[in-house]
């Protein structure tokens, strides 16, 4: 079993910073692909970003060039660095990873979520 934990959500004013982290802790072999995924009150669940274990990134166009995803593969652990941040960003951000329990089975996990607020 694996466990993501975010953290690092909160509120902040528009033009504002903030950085997620997201830890991943359990029994697993390897991760492949991590992202962030955020929910805004009364919509679907979208993609913000991704980024491989080789580090490939892709951004939703709503954040590039405002939010820059990292990972620490020695510390299982996800980040996403927002700057710039506007009202519309308001959401619950999701962590996400796919990870491989064994050589042979693959497995998608999501964590519970961090509420970002941007106030105007």
């Known amino acids: 079993q694996v466990q993501l934990v975010e953290s690092g959500g909160g509120l902040v004013q528009a033009g504002g910073s903030l950085r997620l982290s997201c830890a991943a802790s359990g029994t697993f072999f390897s991760i492949n692909v991590m992202g962030w995924y955020r929910q805004a009150l009364g919509k679907q669940r979208e993609l913000v970003a991704t980024?491989?274990?080789?580090?490939?990134?892709n951004y939703a166009d709503s954040v590039k060039g405002r939010f820059t995803i990292s990972r620490d593969n020695a510390k299982n652990t996800l980040y996403l660095q927002m700057i710039s941040l506007k009202p519309e960003d308001t959401a619950v951000y999701y962590c996400n990873a796919d990870v491989k329990q064994s050589p042979y089975s693959r497995s998608d996990y999501w964590g519970q979520g961090t509420q970002v607020t941007v106030s105007s």
């Open positions: 980024i491989t274990s080789g580090g490939w990134t």
